[in-house]
């Protein structure tokens, strides 16, 4: 079935440096993506989303971006910190429910 | 400033006994959803809820029931636990669900024997 992927299970970065954590989607009616963080022990939380009109969307010290024609979503974080050492999830809504479809996670280790 | 909140954090259980996971959000959030999340796996959708009276089901609905009898409370029901459910399950909640991020509690850890 259609599902939502990541390319790389663990991502290993030096504090400071940029991360770049890809995922891939098969669902080319998905009209809304979401990334979470998920901290041990803890329920995944909203970092940003972005909606199928746009292509980049910006945070705080995080970017998102979204190429539909290659069905590609990549969230960017900026002079990454310890903090941000986490699991790190892509998802998308697949239906006008609103239900939610996952991919697995990477897995990212800020290094000092 | 509660946003989501479950209950029990831990709990172990013995195959085929029954027990109810609660869910309770205070941001009068309509869309309500139990997830569960396997090692090393993403989360997988089990039941949802659109609004008070409204229920369906997910991916992974087997063994489980929902009801939905007020906006703020989503329990979650084991209706005879096999070692199969063992998991860390999440409640979340959302505006509309549609185009919503959707806000999720710490998550219930349940240990079947």
């Known amino acids: 079935g259609e599902s939502v992927g990541l390319h790389l299970p663990t991502l290993s970065v030096q504090e400071g440096d940029n991360s770049i954590i890809n995922c891939a989607y098969s669902n080319s009616a998905s009209d809304y993506f979401i990334w979470y963080k998920q901290e041990s022990g803890k329920g995944p939380q909203f970092i940003i989303d972005?909606?199928?009109?746009?292509d980049k969307r910006q945070g705080q010290r995080v970017t998102v971006l979204l190429n539909k024609t290659v069905k590609h979503l990549s969230l960017q974080i900026a002079a990454t910190q310890p903090g941000d050492s986490a699991v790190y999830f892509c998802a998308e809504i697949t239906d006008s429910w609103g239900k939610l479809q996952f991919g697995a996670g990477t897995q990212v280790v800020v290094t000092p | 400033n509660a946003g989501v909140t479950q209950t029990p954090k831990f709990q172990v259980l013995k195959t085929g006994q029954s027990m109810t996971l609660q869910c309770a959000q205070d941001m009068n959030h309509e869309y309500m959803s139990w997830y569960r999340q396997d090692p090393g796996m993403g989360l997988r959708l089990i039941h949802y809820s659109v609004g008070a009276g409204i229920t369906d089901q997910g991916e992974v609905p087997n063994g489980y029931n929902v009801s939905r009898s007020t906006t703020e409370d989503f329990p979650l029901r084991l209706l005879s636990a096999a070692p199969s459910q063992t998991s860390v399950y999440f409640c979340a909640s959302s505006y509309s669900g549609v185009n919503q991020p959707q806000h999720f509690g710490d998550g219930t850890r349940l240990s079947i024997l």
């Open positions: 972005i909606r199928s009109n746009m």
